[in-house]
């Protein structure tokens, strides 16, 4: 399966309209985008208080300045990387259920969120109304945090929890191939 797969940061933009619709679709598109935000409802939940609603409402606000920048053109070197590691290190979080400060797990997620926004700025369609293809990409990221807080959930009964860190483990292999997806090799 992740032989076949396309690079990580594939996301389709030919064919897509420019409004909430298009923006809302656009983070589906990539499974580097779906695992990571579902990631970071899971090991916000994992956290718990205010974990579990800091690091979701944080991460799509700062990914909208990203994708500001995105769509200016201001240049972000090592965009791709930066969301290829945002899987590994988002599932390793998961599987080794790491404990951080609040500040310092809002630090880690806002940096991936600038790299996510960014992405999604620039890929943007050339038709696209940048407020509205936006919009509706911050609203598929918050549903995309929601389900991972869902799920997340699970880590309160010791099955549950011990799935929950299975789960990260392969999110963070897959992080490991979109890494090496992304330098080229």
Same mark, same amino acid.
């Given at each position: 399966?992740?032989?076949?797969?396309?690079?990580?940061?594939?996301?389709?933009?030919?064919?897509?309209?420019?409004?909430?619709?298009?923006?809302?679709?656009?983070?589906?598109?990539?499974?580097?985008?779906?695992?990571?935000?579902?990631?970071?409802?899971?090991?916000?939940?994992?956290?718990?208080?205010?974990?579990?609603?800091?690091?979701?409402?944080?991460?799509?606000?700062?990914?909208?300045?990203?994708?500001?920048?995105?769509?200016?053109?201001?240049? %972000?070197?090592? #965009?791709? *990387?930066? =969301?290829? @590691?945002?899987?590994?290190?988002? $599932?390793?979080? /998961? &599987? +080794?259920?790491?404990?951080?400060?609040?500040?310092?797990?809002?630090?880690?997620?806002?940096?991936?969120?600038?790299?996510?926004?960014?992405?999604?700025?620039?890929?943007?369609?050339?038709?696209?109304?940048?407020?509205?293809?936006?919009?509706?990409?911050?609203?598929?990221?918050?549903? %995309?945090?929601? #389900?991972? *807080?869902? =799920?997340? @959930?699970?880590?309160?009964?010791? $099955?549950?929890? /011990? &799935? +929950?860190?299975?789960?990260?483990?392969?999110?963070?292999?897959?992080?490991?191939?979109?890494?090496?997806?992304?330098?080229?090799?």
């Amino acid at each position: 399966m992740l032989g076949a797969a396309p690079p990580a940061f594939a996301h389709i933009t030919s064919d897509m309209g420019g409004g909430v619709a298009a923006g809302f679709l656009h983070p589906l598109t990539g499974f580097d985008h779906l695992l990571a935000m579902v990631s970071v409802g899971i090991w916000g939940a994992q956290l718990g208080l205010p974990s579990i609603w800091l690091l979701p409402i944080a991460f799509p606000l700062i990914m909208a300045i990203g994708a500001v920048f995105g769509v200016i053109g201001v240049p %972000l070197p090592g #965009t791709e *990387i930066l =969301i290829a @590691l945002s899987v590994l290190t988002l $599932g390793a979080m /998961v &599987a +080794l259920k790491q404990r951080l400060p609040v500040a310092a797990a809002l630090l880690v997620v806002g940096i991936f969120a600038v790299a996510h926004g960014h992405a999604h700025g620039a890929e943007m369609p050339n038709a696209a109304d940048a407020l509205s293809f936006t919009v509706g990409f911050v609203v598929a990221t918050g549903l %995309l945090h929601a #389900t991972g *807080i869902v =799920i997340g @959930l699970l880590d309160r009964s010791p $099955g549950g929890a /011990v &799935a +929950l860190r299975a789960c990260g483990l392969f999110v963070g292999l897959v992080g490991c191939y979109f890494v090496y997806e992304s330098v080229g090799a």
